[in-house]
Structures are given as structure tokens and as C-alpha cells.
């Protein structure tokens, strides 16, 4: 790298011809231009692709996981930097994502026991049920939290969210699926939030 005592160069930042000329400590350097390496070995494809998959994976969930973490701007990236570690299964080129594995919001709210989900096939309707049993005198779990629901359909990346659907007291909601979704590829999340939509539970994934 050499320091350039040109007047023309003065200043100047960017790729000239086969040189890059830039400003370090207020001085203008140049050096030659040279392409960076790329090896492409089974590590850096591995993991690319799981970049890739997840990317893809995740990014019909981004509006979900942005509202269900306002105060963590990055949240969304955070996530997708937990599931590229966390959550990808398999062997490259077979890799997966693990949907079970991911929280689309965190909180102190408390879940139920027990909750289960049921596909009626006649009407395309997921019925959702949870205990409604509470714990004595606990301010983390109350009758009126609401209950949200968030459906991705992979085959096509679509995502249907139920939003505020029911109390904690009823213990049951039903959400028709979009036409066309296999319940067998669609991957179901649950979550409460506190009356005053400012507290959320963890979401807690309900195999269908």
C-alpha cells in the first residue's frame, strides 16, 4: 500500500481503474485492487444455505416478531441469527428450519398446561384449546388475557395471524385456515397478552 502525494488524488474515495484510493487519519492512500478469495468450501456453503433458508423462512414472520418485540428494534435480526444457530437441522444440502425451536415473542405472561389443536378437515377450522385452570394470586396469568394465534403455511410462505381472538377464560378459539393449507405443512404458534396489550407470554409451538 503506498501513501499518494498527488494533488488529483486528494481526497478521494473509491475503485480507480485497477487501484482503490481511500482516507485513513486524514492522508490518501492507494493500492491495487485485488478480488477477494472465494474458496466455496463445504463450510461456507453450508453455511450460506442455512443464511439463505432462513431468510426465507422468516421473513413472512417479520411484522409478527417487530410488533411482539417493540422494544428491541433489532429483534427481527436477533432471531434470524438464533435460528441460523439454533434451529436449522440436517446435513447440507438437506437442511431444514425447526419451527418448534422458534419464539415469535417473549414475556411474562404465563401460558396454560395443556394446549391442544384439532383440524376439521369438513370445514378447514383449526380448533384451539388450552386449560383455563389459573395458578392462585398470580398477577402473570388472568381471565382476561387474550389469546393470539400465528399460522405459516411453507409451501407457499404464507402467514395467517389471529390477532386478540378470544379470552384466557373461554379456553377454546377456532381459526379457519386459508383454502388450500395442508395442516401437515402449516406450523402453528401461541401466545397471551395481558388486557392492556402491553405484555406478551412466550409463544409456545402447537403441533396440528
Known amino acids: 500500500m503506498a501513501r499518494s502525494k498527488l494533488p488529483l488524488l486528494s481526497g478521494i474515495s473509491g475503485k480507480i481503474g485497477p487501484y482503490v484510493a481511500f482516507m485513513r487519519d486524514g492522508k490518501q492512500f492507494i493500492r491495487e485492487h485485488t478480488i477477494p478469495r472465494d474458496p466455496k468450501t463445504p463450510a461456507q456453503l453450508a453455511q450460506r444455505a442455512k443464511i439463505s433458508l432462513v431468510n426465507k423462512g422468516l421473513s413472512p414472520l417479520n411484522k409478527v416478531i417487530k410488533q411482539n418485540y417493540p422494544n428491541n428494534s433489532g429483534a427481527y435480526r436477533s432471531l434470524v441469527g438464533k435460528t441460523i444457530r439454533e434451529c436449522v437441522v440436517g446435513a447440507y444440502p ?3 428450519i425447526d419451527y ?6 417473549e414475556g411474562e405472561v404465563l401460558l396454560p398446561d395443556h394446549v391442544t389443536a384439532a383440524f376439521r378437515t369438513d370445514s378447514g377450522q383449526i380448533t384451539l384449546n388450552w386449560d383455563r385452570e389459573l395458578p392462585p394470586r398470580s398477577s402473570r396469568c388472568l381471565p382476561d388475557d387474550l389469546v393470539n394465534a400465528v399460522f405459516l403455511y411453507t409451501p407457499k410462505l404464507g402467514v395467517l395471524w389471529s390477532h386478540l381472538i378470544a379470552k384466557r377464560s373461554e379456553g377454546t378459539a377456532t381459526v379457519e385456515l386459508h383454502k388450500g393449507w395442508d395442516p401437515s405443512n402449516t406450523h402453528c404458534w401461541i401466545y397471551f397478552t395481558t388486557r392492556d396489550l402491553a405484555q406478551h407470554s412466550n409463544s409456545l409451538y402447537v403441533k396440528l
Open 94 to 96: 438437506d437442511l431444514t
Open 100 to 105: 418448534s425451536r422458534i419464539l415469535l415473542s
